[in-house]
């Protein structure tokens, strides 16, 4: 029991609960906007007298409310967009301002099993064959076998 309680007192399964019941909320919110005023303008764009939601159409018989498709499809699009410039661009923004990509070192191919090595590198790391030359500083190639 006291494994479980410290299991669900951790950070990250606070953080993922906070997050899924505010993006209920907030997919609530934006569902409630399309519906309020987009699915109208739409509706009257497309000749349904301002509720899109309503269009239908029948085929044997059977009812195909298609409007709420096109309800739920405005609302992925605006929560998805949402998504985007508001959390992921920032959070990329922020990434990279606080943590910058350190610069890799030059890579070359091995001879032998074509992996991908640093160019500095006596040996291959996957096949460990030896590998004839090198780069030195000055960034020119130079035989290790003088």
């Not at 018989?61 to 998504?83: K, M, N, R």
């Not at 990509?101 to 640093?118: F, I, N, Q, W, Y």
Request: aromatic share 10%; proline share 7%; charged share 15%.
């Amino acid at each position: 029991m006291k494994g479980f309680r410290a299991f669900l007192l951790r950070g990250n399964v606070v953080d993922l609960a906070v997050g899924i019941v505010v993006g209920a909320a907030f997919t609530t919110l934006v569902n409630g906007f399309v519906k309020a005023f987009l699915t109208p303008i739409v509706g009257l764009v497309s000749g349904a007298t301002g509720d899109f939601s309503a269009r239908t159409f029948h085929a044997s018989g059977v009812t195909f409310p298609y409007g709420v498709f096109i309800d739920a499809a405005i609302s992925f699009v605006i929560v998805a967009a949402v998504i985007y410039f508001l959390v992921v661009l920032p959070m990329n923004r922020m990434q990279e301002r606080f943590f910058p990509k350190a610069a890799s070192a030059p890579m070359r191919e091995c001879p032998e099993c074509l992996t991908a090595v640093p160019a500095a590198a006596k040996r291959c790391s996957a096949c460990t064959a030896p590998i004839g030359q090198t780069v030195t500083p000055q960034g020119g190639p130079a035989d290790l076998e003088k």
